[in-house]
């Protein structure tokens, strides 16, 4: 097989969760472009307008509706995937939420509970889910969005819930990864640095932090969207045969310093 056949992912069904916008929406694309029929998971339907218009283009997209964090809603997409004959083959765990700038004392349960809920048993719901179908067919892979803040703990703002809950993710990545490599599903993460999308915009105190994480960033820049899901790409692909339980660092030298 040629370096470029290993990039495709002709006749491979990938399952991208959050796959509606920013980071999401562009695995969604990436993934499509290589070849794969991708099924988006979204909560609602107009945050799936984009990943659908793909469609235009010629690409293989379907939406199915559900929420990371209900876990029979996931078994349930899953199987239903199996029954139709093309399971998932693999499974790009994006759904997250942020919570950046809330101090670890002022950080209440409810926030604490949906920040796990979302970022790590949203993670595991359905790695388990679509990953057990891997398992019985001997392939698949997972790639799961953590962080550069399950690294390090970034300053200047206080972020405990988050960064707990994305070094969760990276362990998640490695244990899972320990037991599946004998049923021959590959399972590694990307821990991005700061990616301009919704997540980061919606704080306005961010506006103010940008300089002090670029002075931070030995690249001097923040990352786009699509550069994650060129990682995410790879990672899916046969290119990364031999890579599993890795946390893959796309952030611009950020976790150097
Ligand atoms: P966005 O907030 O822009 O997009 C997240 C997507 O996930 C949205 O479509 C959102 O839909 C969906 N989503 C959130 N919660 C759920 C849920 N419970 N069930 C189903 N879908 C859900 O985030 P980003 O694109 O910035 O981030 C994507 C991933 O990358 C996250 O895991 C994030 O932690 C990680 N990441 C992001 C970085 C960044 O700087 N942006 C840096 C490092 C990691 P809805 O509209 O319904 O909320």
């Given at each position: 097989?040629?370096?470029?056949?290993?990039?495709?992912l002709?006749?491979?069904?990938?399952?991208?969760?959050?796959?509606?916008?920013?980071?999401?929406?562009?695995c969604?694309?990436?993934?499509?472009?290589?070849?794969?029929?991708?099924?988006?998971?979204?909560?609602?339907?107009?945050?799936?307008?984009q990943?659908?218009?793909l469609r235009?283009?010629?690409?293989d997209v379907?939406?199915?509706?559900?929420?990371?964090?209900?876990s029979?809603?996931m078994?349930?997409?899953?199987?239903?995937?199996?029954?139709?004959?093309?399971?998932?083959?693999?499974?790009?765990?994006?759904a997250?939420?942020?919570?950046?700038g809330?101090?670890?004392?002022?950080?209440t349960?409810a926030?604490?509970?949906?920040m796990?809920?979302?970022?790590?048993?949203?993670v595991f719901w359905?790695?388990?889910?679509?990953?057990?179908h891997?398992?019985a067919?001997?392939?698949?892979?997972?790639?799961?969005?953590?962080?550069?803040?399950?690294?390090?703990?970034?300053?200047?703002?206080?972020?405990?819930?988050?960064?707990?809950?994305?070094?969760?993710?990276?362990?998640?990545?490695?244990?899972?990864?320990?037991?599946w490599?004998?049923?021959?599903?590959r399972?590694?993460?990307?821990?991005?640095t700061?990616?301009?999308?919704?997540?980061?915009?919606?704080v306005e105190a961010?506006?103010?932090?940008?300089?002090?994480w670029?002075?931070?960033?030995p690249?001097?820049?923040m990352?786009?969207?699509?550069?994650?899901?060129?990682?995410?790409?790879?990672?899916a692909?046969?290119?990364?045969?031999?890579?599993?339980?890795?946390?893959v660092?796309?952030?611009?030298?950020?976790t150097?310093?």
């Amino acid at each position: 097989m040629s370096y470029q056949e290993k990039f495709r992912l002709d006749g491979e069904r990938a399952v991208v969760t959050g796959g509606g916008r920013a980071i999401g929406l562009c695995c969604a694309h990436a993934l499509a472009e290589a070849g794969a029929a991708v099924v988006v998971i979204e909560r609602n339907e107009a945050d799936a307008e984009q990943a659908l218009a793909l469609r235009d283009k010629g690409y293989d997209v379907e939406l199915r509706l559900g929420d990371v964090t209900d876990s029979s809603r996931m078994e349930a997409i899953a199987n239903e995937l199996a029954e139709s004959g093309r399971p998932a083959t693999v499974l790009v765990n994006n759904a997250g939420i942020g919570q950046n700038g809330i101090a670890a004392e002022d950080v209440t349960d409810a926030d604490w509970l949906r920040m796990m809920n979302v970022n790590v048993n949203g993670v595991f719901w359905c790695s388990r889910s679509f990953g057990r179908h891997m398992v019985a067919m001997k392939r698949g892979a997972i790639v799961n969005l953590g962080s550069m803040s399950g690294i390090i703990c970034n300053r200047p703002q206080p972020q405990t819930a988050y960064n707990v809950s994305k070094a969760a993710v990276h362990h998640l990545t490695r244990s899972m990864a320990a037991e599946w490599a004998q049923h021959g599903v590959r399972i590694n993460a990307v821990a991005p640095t700061y990616i301009e999308t919704p997540m980061v915009a919606a704080v306005e105190a961010n506006r103010e932090r940008i300089p002090i994480w670029l002075n931070d960033t030995p690249m001097g820049r923040m990352g786009t969207p699509e550069e994650v899901a060129s990682a995410v790409l790879f990672l899916a692909s046969g290119a990364a045969s031999l890579m599993t339980g890795a946390i893959v660092n796309v952030d611009a030298g950020y976790t150097c310093w």
